[in-house]
């Protein structure tokens, strides 16, 4: 199940939000701080994927994995 970060249009409000895709995409995850499914998307750039404290880049497989490794970790 992938984390979101979200933004509440109705109380500004951001929060990082574990649901599923179908959650999402029918609006059934509510803000933890007022309860609207007026929810949107942020995109925020990180400074890499990280996985159980082990980056992309430590992978043995990297070359293969490219930014999608599962490996790591």
Known sequence: MPNYDLRCVKCDSEHNIRA???EKSEKRIPCPN???VD???LFKS???Y???GV???DCPQRKVCRNSC???G
């Open 20 to 22: 599923t895709m179908a």
């Open 34 to 36: 007022c309860g609207s």
């Open 39 to 41: 929810l949107e998307t």
């Open 46 to 48: 990180a400074p890499g």
């Open 50 to 52: 990280v996985r159980g």
């Open 55 to 57: 980056t992309v880049a």
């Open 70 to 72: 599962p490996h790591a």
